[in-house]
Nanobody, 125 residues
Framework: QVVLVESGGGLVQAGGSLRLSCAAS????????MAWFRQAPGKAREIVAT????????YYVDSVSGRFAISRDNAKNTVYLQMNSLKPEDTAVYYC??????????????????WGQGTQVTVSS
C-alpha cells in the first residue's frame, strides 16, 4: 500500500508559477514510477508528466512541454511538478499517481495503482 498526499495547489494569475508536491509513504518510493495527471471540469483525466523510478527519464504531454518540469527526491519520498507560464487552460484538479510497472512512458491512468486525493489549480486570466 502506498499513500500519496498532494500539496501546493492554489489560485494564480496567467503567466504565474506554482510548484506541486506529492509526498509518498508506505513502500519503497524508489521502486515506483510516478506521474501527474489532471482533470478539468467536464473533461476526462489526462496525463501531464511521468518520471521513472530513479528519475532518469521524464515525459510531458505536448501542451505542457517547456513550461512544466517533473522531478523527484527519493530521499524525501516526494515527487514535484514545477509549473511555469501557467495558462487558464491549465485549470484542473491535479493528481499524483504511483505504480511499480516499468512500462514507459506510462501515460494511461489505468496503469497506476495508487492515487492521491488531488489538489486544485486555478489560473485566472
Amino acid at each position: 500500500q502506498v499513500v500519496l498526499v498532494e500539496s501546493g495547489g492554489g489560485l494564480v494569475q496567467a503567466g504565474g508559477s506554482l510548484r506541486l508536491s506529492c509526498a509518498a509513504s508506505g513502500r519503497t518510493f524508489s521502486d515506483y514510477r510516478m506521474a501527474w495527471f489532471r482533470q478539468a471540469p467536464g473533461k476526462a483525466r489526462e496525463i501531464v508528466a511521468t518520471i521513472t523510478n530513479r528519475g532518469s527519464k521524464t515525459y510531458y504531454v505536448d501542451s505542457v512541454s517547456g513550461r512544466f518540469a517533473i522531478s523527484r527526491d527519493n530521499a524525501k519520498n516526494t515527487v514535484y511538478l514545477q509549473m511555469n507560464s501557467l495558462k487558464p487552460e491549465d485549470t484542473a484538479v491535479y493528481y499524483c499517481a504511483a505504480d511499480r510497472s516499468r512500462v514507459w512512458p506510462g501515460v494511461r491512468s489505468e496503469g497506476y495503482d495508487y492515487w492521491g486525493q488531488g489538489t486544485q489549480v486555478t489560473v485566472s486570466s
